[in-house]
Every structure is written in structure tokens, then in C-alpha cells.
């Protein structure tokens, strides 16, 4: 299968550990994003490499969030000193450089699942 | 981007076809119309795009009025496995991010 990977699945921790994500891309993409989903919401853009570039954080990735794709190929998402609210589903996209038709589809991983307790 | 308006929940029959409607008036002239959705506990999985005109793909087919204010998905013959929250979204092409901003969709219930 050549989708998007997130590992791990699941991860529950207790408040103030620290917790990191992987995200395998499609090989051939070279965009890759971060979206974090809480409950009854609509996933939330958070950060976007191009390459090894990071090209954009959103306001929603404090100083405890770092994320890196330090290849231009996997990514991780590490979460500092964790607190309960951030409990979310972790969702990692990636798209080619350019979407055919001028648009940018994205595919999405299965998404890492952070329970704080 | 623009904002998009879509119904908070919709039921539909099994085997019937399913029309999700989105509102985007403000929508720009460069601004593509994305359709995702979201089964339960899944990651979000593209369905179609389009910017001006109509489109059919092998999942769904895509409406858009003529001014583009509003756009239509259409699941030809709902089956059960349809059950998810389907999202609208216009983003403009090109420079800056191209990250999608999703709101919170519509509920697509298929009934059996």
C-alpha cells in the first residue's frame, strides 16, 4: 500500500510526558502536512513542509509543538510537556508539488490517535 | 478562502441519490470547490474538485451554479458505507500553503 502512514495508532500518556508522531508521505509527494481534530470538529491545519522546508506554522502550534521532515521524506510531530487539551486525533497529509488540474489534493494517514490523561 | 455553509446533518435513503449542498458567496474567481469526507475514525479522503465547471468522477459528481455561489455533490446510489461527515471547501490554488481549511461538515446519514 502507498498511502500515508502515521504511527503510532493510538498513544495515551500521562500529563507533562512527552509524545512524538511519524508520518510516512506517498513517496513521490513532496508536500506534507499537520492537522489536528477534536472531537466534533473539522480538522485544523497546524504546519506544512515542502521538501525538508517547513513553510508555514499555524497559531495553533505553540512552543511545546515542534515538527520536522528532516529528508524531505518521513515527518514527525513531537508534543512537549503535554497537557489534557491536547487530546485530539493527529492527521498527517501530503500532496505533490503540483495537483493536477491546478488543484492541490491531499491524501490523508489514518491519523495517531493522543489521549492525556 | 472563502467561507462555505453547509446543513449540520442530512439523511438520505439507501440506494437513493444523496445531494449535499454547499453555500460559497463569496468565493473567488481563482478558488477551486473541494469535497472531502470522513468516515468514522478515519482520516479525511478526497471525492472530487472542480472550479468552474460540473464534474464526475467514479465517486460522486460536483454542481456548480453558474455564478458559483453554491455547489452540489451527488452520490449517485447511497449505499450504507456513505455514512460519514462530508466537507466543502473553496481554497485558492497556488502560492502560500494550499492547506485546506475544513469547517465542520455535514453529517451524511444513509438510511437502510
Known amino acids: 500500500d502507498t498511502g500515508v502512514s502515521q504511527d503510532p495508532r493510538h498513544k495515551i500518556t500521562k500529563r507533562g510526558q512527552n509524545v512524538t508522531f511519524r508520518c510516512d508521505p506517498i513517496?513521490?509527494?513532496?508536500?506534507l502536512y499537520w492537522y489536528r481534530q477534536t472531537l466534533g470538529q473539522g480538522p485544523e491545519f497546524l504546519t506544512y513542509f515542502q521538501n525538508e522546508a517547513q513553510l508555514e506554522k499555524s497559531r495553533l502550534l505553540s512552543d511545546r509543538f515542534s515538527a520536522e521532515r528532516p529528508k524531505g521524506s518521513f515527518s514527525t510531530l513531537e508534543i512537549q510537556r503535554t497537557e489534557q487539551g491536547d487530546s485530539a486525533m493527529y492527521l498527517c497529509?501530503?500532496?505533490?508539488?503540483?495537483?493536477?488540474?491546478?488543484?492541490?489534493?491531499?491524501?490523508f494517514g489514518a491519523g495517531s490517535r493522543l489521549t492525556v490523561l | 478562502d472563502a467561507k462555505t455553509t453547509q446543513p449540520t446533518s442530512m439523511d438520505c435513503a439507501e440506494g437513493r441519490a444523496a445531494n449535499l449542498p454547499c453555500n460559497h458567496s463569496?468565493?473567488?474567481?481563482?478558488?477551486?470547490v473541494y469535497w472531502y469526507r470522513q468516515i468514522h475514525s478515519q482520516g479525511p479522503q478526497y471525492i472530487i474538485h472542480g472550479l468552474k465547471n460540473n464534474e464526475t468522477n467514479e465517486m460522486a459528481s460536483l454542481i456548480i451554479t453558474e455564478d458559483r455561489k453554491s455547489s452540489t455533490l451527488i452520490l449517485p446510489h447511497a449505499t450504507l458505507r456513505d455514512t460519514a461527515v462530508y466537507y466543502c471547501i473553496v481554497r485558492v490554488s497556488g502560492g502560500g500553503a494550499d492547506g485546506l481549511t475544513f469547517g465542520k461538515g455535514t453529517h451524511l446519514i444513509i438510511q437502510p
Open positions: 463569496t468565493i473567488s474567481g481563482n478558488e477551486y
Open positions: 513517496s513521490e509527494h513532496n508536500r
Open positions: 497529509a501530503s500532496s505533490p508539488t503540483r495537483g493536477f488540474s491546478g488543484a492541490n489534493v491531499l491524501t
